[in-house]
T-cell receptor, first 112, second 109 residues
């Protein structure tokens, strides 16, 4: 049973650039949530997608956007990158938006 | 505002020395409380979900308990492989998730 997968594993960008991160949910799951985890901190909720729509959003600017595809996979896009966007980006999937979330291994983004 | 506070920030134990990690929470309406284990540079690994005060769950050397204001993760006779950061999270009735900053556990052989 495949768990949550994310790509790429690592990414290096420069300030002002744009980045796209990808996530495939655990088999049978239909809901994807994205989190940002800075070094030494807990994950912070960015947004959640269910039925291809953004259902919940945390306190993140509009530079952060996403998409969910019919096969339930998802993308996180970040525009106009800032140094402070350097973090581990985690994707979590669940069955419905009230169930336990299972996390992927994360994408480490470094902004120079 | 909904929030989660974990203590201590770091904990060093001798192998076999039992202890507890604390998760205090303030939430408008609790849908669930979650415990995860996270190894360095990896995604959190799910451990437990608790839904109501008085509920307890166990898995190997770990036991999680829940009251109306806090949760405890009890570690009995820990081994070096239990070394990790343990994260607590709450889900409110609006389906938003809030994580604590974690407790970094080191178990010394």
């Amino acid at each position: 049973d495949a768990g949550v997968t994310q790509s790429p594993t690592h990414l290096i960008k420069t300030r002002g650039q744009q980045v796209t991160l990808r996530c495939s949910p655990k088999s049978g799951h239909d809901t994807v949530s994205w989190y940002q985890q800075a070094l030494g901190q807990g994950p912070q909720f960015i947004f959640q997608y269910y039925e291809e729509e953004e259902r919940q959003r945390g306190n993140f600017p509009d530079r952060f956007s996403g998409h969910q595809f019919p096969n339930y996979s998802s993308e996180l896009n970040v525009n106009a990158l800032l140094l402070g966007d350097s973090a581990l980006y985690l994707c979590a999937s669940s069955l419905g938006n009230t169930d336990t979330q299972y996390f992927g291994p994360g994408t480490r983004l470094t902004v120079l | 505002e909904d929030q989660v506070t974990q203590s201590p920030e770091a904990l060093r134990l001798q192998e076999g020395e039992s202890s507890s990690l604390n998760c205090s929470y303030t939430v408008s309406g609790l849908r669930g409380l979650f415990w995860y284990r996270q190894d360095p540079g990896k995604g959190p690994e799910f451990l437990f979900t608790l839904y109501s005060a008085g509920e307890e769950k166990e898995k190997e050397r770990l036991k999680a308990t829940l009251t109306k204001k806090e949760s405890f993760l009890h570690i009995t006779a820990p081994k070096p492989e239990d070394s990790a950061t343990y994260l607590c999270a709450v889900q409110n009735t609006g389906n938003q998730f809030y994580f604590g900053t974690g407790t970094s556990l080191t178990v010394i052989p």
